[in-house]
């Protein structure tokens, strides 16, 4: 019988009850309204709390889009320029190609002892119309020797080192060498000319001087050999009144971009 007035018994009756007076709620209906409220109760909150959160998820979502697509952009300039990389290698090698097949027909046919160079730069130093190119004395390459492009002179040897070499163009201002006009044997001097390309010079008033006539080297200088094509007569520009006749040379040699040569040992 303690067990009757002790706090356990007091807090179980007090259930007992509670849970009789909610059954009788119940079943009589006056708990919905209570039920309604409390399940609508956080609505209001839940409506505050998509408020506040929906900016937050848009601009966090905002965030990692935008890096997403920074990467995205970071990986597509990669390729890009590893594509423009290839693009300027394909097109730096049919350039080669071309120059090459240019070269392999004239030293199929000729006779000369030949060394091939590569042209490292043009314009060396700050000197107009000179090359350096990548062989030397260890190859065989001396001042004074021809270096010609497509069969053509196109300078020659001004310095030697044992791997690489400095070369004058036939278009310096600096250049000369002995030459003579193909068909009427008639011997002269071929110069470059700034500004003006190759130039044909000291040809005597009696010669006959035509449009279209090939211009050789004269062998006269040891080390550029007899009939080397120089170019042809592109126009006279002496008149009957001057000492000796002046001529402009047309060569098929682009000067601006070699890229191989040749050196005439």
């Not at 995205?72 to 290698?89: K, P």
């Not at 392999?104 to 314009?123: E, P």
Request: proline share 3%.
């Amino acid at each position: 019988m303690r067990f009757i007035y002790t706090k356990a018994f007091v807090i179980f009756s007090v259930c007992l009850v509670l849970l009789a007076v909610l059954a009788v709620l119940q079943i009589k209906g006056w708990l919905d309204p209570i039920r309604t409220a409390v399940l609508h109760s956080p609505r209001p909150v839940v409506a505050a709390v998509k408020v506040v959160a929906l900016p937050v998820k848009i601009f966090f979502g905002t965030i990692y889009e935008l890096r997403k697509i920074t990467l995205e952009n970071a990986e597509l300039s990669s390729r890009i320029r590893t594509l423009e990389q290839n693009l300027v290698d394909a097109n730096q090698q049919a350039r080669e190609n071309q120059a090459l097949r240019k070269e392999l027909g004239f030293v199929k046919n000729t006779k000369y002892q030949l060394v091939a160079c590569t042209v490292l730069s043009n314009n060396p130093f700050g000197q107009a119309d000179g090359l350096v190119l990548n062989c030397g004395t260890d190859d065989g390459v001396e001042p004074g020797q021809a270096v010609l492009s497509q069969g053509y002179l196109a300078g020659k040897i001004t310095y030697s080192g044992r791997g690489s070499s400095s070369a004058l163009l036939v278009t310096s201002s600096n250049f000369s060498t002995d030459g003579r006009v193909s068909d009427t044997a008639q011997a002269a001097i071929v110069k470059g000319s700034f500004g003006s390309g190759i130039m044909l010079d000291q040809v005597p008033q009696t010669s006959d001087l035509k449009r279209g006539a090939l211009v050789v080297t004269a062998g006269i200088n040891e080390k550029i050999p007899k009939n080397i094509l120089v170019g042809e007569v592109s126009d006279v520009l002496s008149s009957d009144n001057d000492l000796f006749k002046r001529a402009a040379l047309s060569s098929p040699v682009d000067f601006s971009n070699l890229e191989f040569v040749f050196v005439v040992k």
